[in-house]
């Protein structure tokens, strides 16, 4: 990470959004992470989020 | 008709204004809608005996025994499947029933109107902890102890409470809060209030001096006795939230033993049901995940009123009891704002500098969110008889949650 802070001139910090595999890693490595806890909308589920967008649809006619 | 945000609007200004108030003792038969000999009221949605798990069955004989439609275990069980006795949820019945939750006929009863509105709840009074019928137990000691409540507890603390005329349990539950209770598995402060409240007018009462202090003891002895106020004070709470067309605001949380049920308030009366979960908890000495039932128990009304695991943060001490950190108890609390219409502006909780409860679950919140209500719970032993072997924290299945979504879409979208 000394490299890091060569390019960027300063200390670099990581936000890392939703799976925490990446940010764990880093964390071995010493870098400071923020995580960020964030999952893709109805757990992924295509028919749910089909549902959401049908009702909010609507109200947006009204 | 009026777009979900405009609805569920209106469902937490009632859900807000909505005051609780305890107005007396009567016998279910004659104050609860619908009640009758042949019928057996219970926690959840609706189960057929066929369906039911083992502490349900239970308290269902102990039930039929104490009501003297049977003489023994065996008599109970041919009866409650003669097709005979019928078998209805207490939320169809504006009531709640802690764990198995059964109520009979002649079985006395707490009278809750919400005076704003004025719905009547109804629940049966708390037996206490150890070998009790909510956990499925209809051993002797148990009808016993059901008729003591019948002829000497639900009279005695019924001229009482005449004497002393209406209590105000929502101010009662926002006390317990500042003291440390979330009203669901943990009662102390709400017990000891509720005793403060009461105890003058128990030394007017004209019954024997014995009688009077065996109630007092009784209710002293028992921590969750204000349990069977806090829930039907929820229940009539989140009643004058039914049926406002187009809310998308969960008004029942239930479970059966054997399947979780909720109900939305612009969903009229539809159950949307999933599998009962298995709790995560502490067992009490000698027992194990092994020996326990799946979820059961109309106690899951004081989540949906944003009470129990929802104000886990006003009541630290609870972990003790059903497993976790203190921290944790903050962060359940910290998380149900996201699913949550609105913060209680009646029940604060004093460790989130004074933040209201969050209140009014909305499935569209859910289910985008992917985010379960947080719900903390008594284990039940998963043969009827034996009773209560720890506590825990369990969520519903999601699926309740988007089946009612989708039925939610093809009402109004």
């Known amino acids: 990470m000394s490299g890091m802070r060569e390019i960027f001139g300063k200390e670099v910090v990581v936000i890392n959004v939703g799976l925490d595999l990446f940010a764990e890693e880093l964390e071995k490595a010493t870098v400071p992470v923020q995580r960020v806890a964030w999952r893709p909308p109805a757990q992924g589920k295509k028919k749910v989020q089909d549902l959401l967008a049908r009702i909010k649809k609507k109200k947006g006619k009204e | 008709?009026?777009?979900?945000?405009?609805?569920?609007?209106?469902?937490?200004?009632?859900?807000?204004?909505?005051?609780?108030?305890?107005?007396?003792?009567?016998?279910?038969?004659?104050?609860?809608?619908?009640?009758?000999?042949?019928?057996?009221?219970?926690?959840?949605?609706?189960?057929?005996?066929?369906?039911?798990?083992?502490?349900?069955?239970?308290?269902?004989?102990?039930?039929?025994?104490?009501?003297?439609?049977?003489?023994?275990?065996?008599e109970a069980e041919a009866l409650a499947a003669s097709g005979e006795i019928a078998f209805e949820p207490w939320h169809e019945h504006s009531g709640v029933g802690p764990m198995a939750g059964v109520a009979t006929a002649r079985m006395p009863v707490f009278i809750v109107e919400n005076e704003t509105h004025g719905n009547r709840t109804f629940c049966t009074l708390n037996e206490g902890l150890?070998?009790?019928?909510?956990?499925?137990?209809?051993?002797?000691?148990?009808?016993?102890?059901?008729?003591?409540?019948e002829a000497v507890l639900a009279p005695v603390l019924a001229e009482a409470l005449e004497k002393h005329g209406p209590i105000n349990?929502?101010?009662?539950?926002?006390?317990?809060?500042?003291?440390g209770d979330e009203v669901h598995n943990r009662n102390r402060a709400g017990?000891?209030?509720?005793?403060?409240?009461?105890?003058?007018?128990?030394?007017?009462?004209?019954?024997?001096?014995?009688?009077?202090?065996?109630?007092?003891?009784?209710?002293n002895?028992?921590?969750?006795?204000?349990?069977?106020?806090?829930?039907?004070?929820?229940?009539?709470?989140?009643?004058?939230?039914?049926?406002?067309?187009?809310?998308?605001?969960?008004t029942t949380m239930a479970r059966n033993g054997t399947e979780f049920g909720?109900?939305?308030?612009?969903?009229?009366?539809r159950w949307f049901t999933?599998?009962?979960?298995?709790?995560?908890?502490?067992?009490?000495?000698?027992?194990?995940?092994?020996?326990?039932?799946?979820?059961?128990?109309?106690?899951?009304?004081?989540?949906?009123?944003?009470?129990?695991?929802?104000?886990?943060?006003?009541?630290?001490?609870?972990?003790?009891?059903?497993?976790?950190a203190a921290s944790d108890a903050l962060n359940f609390t910290r998380k149900m704002y996201e699913i949550t219409m609105a913060e209680s502006e009646s029940f604060q909780i004093p460790a989130l500098d004074f933040r209201g409860s969050p209140t009014g679950i909305d499935i569209m919140k859910v289910c985008e969110l992917g985010i379960l209500p947080q719900i903390n719970t008594g284990i039940a032993h998963k043969e009827p008889g034996v009773g209560q072997v720890g506590a825990g924290l369990v969520n519903p299945p999601m699926e309740c949650f988007e089946r009612a979504l989708e039925a939610y879409a093809e009402t109004y979208a």
């Open chain 2, 274 to 324: 999933g599998p009962a979960q298995v709790i995560d908890g502490l067992f009490f000495p000698g027992y194990s995940v092994k020996d326990a039932n799946p979820d059961i128990g109309d106690s899951a009304i004081t989540e949906t009123c944003g009470l129990g695991g929802f104000s886990m943060a006003a009541a630290p001490a609870i972990v003790k009891f059903v497993g976790g």
């Open chain 2, 169 to 179: 349990l929502k101010t009662l539950i926002a006390q317990a809060l500042q003291m």
């Open chain 2, 1 to 74: 008709m009026a777009d979900y945000e405009t609805a569920n609007a209106e469902a937490i200004a009632r859900i807000q204004k909505a005051q609780p108030v305890l107005k007396g003792i009567d016998v279910a038969e004659k104050v609860v809608p619908g009640m009758r000999k042949n019928l057996i009221l219970h926690a959840g949605p609706p189960i057929e005996w066929e369906k039911m798990s083992g502490p349900l069955r239970g308290a269902v004989i102990g039930g039929l025994m104490y009501e003297g439609l049977a003489k023994t275990k065996e």
């Open chain 2, 221 to 250: 002895g028992n921590d969750h006795f204000f349990l069977n106020l806090s829930m039907p004070a929820a229940k009539a709470i989140m009643q004058s939230a039914e049926w406002i067309e187009g809310s998308t605001i969960v």
């Open chain 2, 262 to 269: 909720i109900r939305v308030a612009g969903l009229k009366e």
């Open chain 2, 130 to 149: 150890g070998k009790v019928l909510r956990y499925g137990a209809y051993s002797e000691e148990v009808l016993e102890r059901l008729r003591w409540m």
């Open chain 2, 191 to 219: 017990t000891s209030l509720f005793i403060r409240e009461i105890a003058p007018f128990l030394l007017e009462g004209t019954s024997a001096v014995k009688e009077r202090r065996r109630v007092l003891e009784f209710i």
